[in-house]
Every structure is written in structure tokens, then in C-alpha cells.
């Protein structure tokens, strides 16, 4: 089976600017959830999308946004940038939910100028 | 308020010895727990994971054990590969309830030839 790929492996932004990373979980995975891992920081929980619905959300602005589509595949959005969201977005996908073993893919690493 | 804690940064190990990277947690309704190793420019692989009926659970040279009444949980790797050198992850999570895995910050372990 194809592992979690997303697109795309590297993005530089400028403040202010919004920005779109794609995730296409494993096959017959339905959970998508994002994380966000900065420097000298654990992973940090975004949201989990599950049939298209998001089932569970983190504590971040409403800036950062998410969707999912009916092959489950998810789209993750960032509006007006800010310096301190220059990070890597790691997607997970699951069979069990975002409470069991997720399988991640290699990341989008984001800097924002 | 971080619920899982990694308080050792970094570690080094000889190759062949155990290396024992330590996590506690505060959060009493954690019933399942997971380490993950991370490989730069990589996602987080799975490693091994544990459910709170269970104070052990083995998978070849990885061992995680589980000490409820302490909230803590350890994984022992035994001999240590030069191979197994990177950042070590733990992360908990209510199963029961489908609440996202809370990771900690990590812990690098150097296995030196």
C-alpha cells in the first residue's frame, strides 16, 4: 500500500499571504489529522477530518481551517500568515480515529518572510 | 498545561547497550500510549504502543512498560543500532474517547559506534 503523501514538501510564504498543504492518506483510511511541530516543540494537535466531517479540533486560531473530500483526501488552509506559523504540517491518517496509531506522512515544511 | 512530558532533551548510548528514554504523563484518563521515532526530513514512524491493562508490552528489541500509579512509561531498546538514532517520540491518548494523541516534545538518542 501507498503511504500518507503530501504536497508540497516545501513552501515559503510571505506574512500575510494564505496557504493550501494536500494530504492523500493511505488507502481506505478514512481519519486525517493534522499536526503542527515547531522547533524544541512536541507535535501539536491541529483537527482530525473522518467522512468528510471534522470530529475533533485543537487550539488554534481560526485562521487555520481544514477540509476533507469524499476520497478522504484533505486540504489544510492557512490564512494571513504570520512569521510565528513557519513550521512543519505533518497529516496522519488512521483506520481507528485520531485516538489510536496514526500513520504520517513526511510533512510540508512552511516558512513564512 | 503540557500533559505529556519528555524530560530528557537528548541521550547517548553505546552500540549493544539499552537505551531507556522515559515519558510521564499528568492526565489520569490516558488509557493508551505509543511511541513513535522520527527521522529528519521524515514522518514519525510507529514503533509501539501500549494500552492501560497492560504494564508491558514487547515487539523484538523494543519494550514499552506502563506504571499507571506513577503516570509514567518508559521504552527500553535492546542491543542499541547505530541505526536507531533519532528523535524518540511518546504520546497518549483517551481511546475510549477518541481524543487526538497529545505528544511530547521528544527526546534524541544518539547510538554511538
Known amino acids: 500500500k501507498a503511504g500518507v503523501t503530501q504536497t508540497p514538501r516545501y513552501l515559503i510564504k510571505t506574512r500575510g499571504q494564505q496557504v493550501t498543504l494536500s494530504c492523500s492518506p493511505i488507502s481506505g483510511h478514512r481519519s486525517v489529522s493534522w499536526y503542527q511541530q515547531t522547533p524544541g516543540q512536541g507535535l501539536q494537535f491541529l483537527f482530525e477530518y473522518f467522512s468528510e466531517t471534522q470530529r475533533n479540533k485543537g487550539n488554534f486560531p481560526g485562521r487555520f481551517s481544514g477540509r476533507q473530500f469524499s476520497n478522504s483526501r484533505s486540504e489544510m488552509n492557512v490564512s494571513t500568515l504570520e512569521l510565528g506559523d513557519s513550521a512543519l504540517y505533518l497529516c496522519?491518517?488512521?483506520?481507528?480515529?485520531?485516538?489510536?496509531?496514526?500513520?504520517f506522512g513526511p510533512g510540508t515544511r512552511l516558512t513564512v518572510t | 498545561d503540557q500533559q505529556v512530558k519528555q524530560n530528557s532533551p537528548s541521550l547517548s548510548v553505546q552500540e549493544g547497550r539499552i537505551s531507556i528514554l522515559n515519558c510521564d504523563y499528568t492526565n489520569s484518563m490516558f488509557d493508551y500510549f505509543l511511541w513513535y521515532k522520527k527521522y529528519p526530513a521524515e514522518g514519525p514512524t510507529f514503533l509501539i504502543s501500549?494500552?492501560?491493562?497492560?504494564d508491558k508490552n514487547e515487539d523484538g528489541r523494543f519494550t514499552v512498560f506502563l506504571n499507571k500509579s506513577a503516570k509514567h512509561l518508559s521504552l527500553h531498546i535492546v542491543p542499541s543500532q547505530p541505526g536507531d538514532s533519532a528523535v524518540y517520540f511518546c504520546?497518549?491518548?483517551?481511546?475510549?474517547?477518541?481524543?487526538?494523541?497529545?505528544f511530547g516534545k521528544g527526546t534524541r538518542l544518539s547510538v554511538i559506534a
Open positions: 501500549i494500552s492501560s491493562i497492560k
Open positions: 496522519a491518517s488512521s483506520q481507528e480515529g485520531a485516538s489510536g496509531e496514526q500513520y
Open positions: 504520546a497518549a491518548s483517551r481511546y475510549s474517547g477518541n481524543t487526538p494523541l497529545v
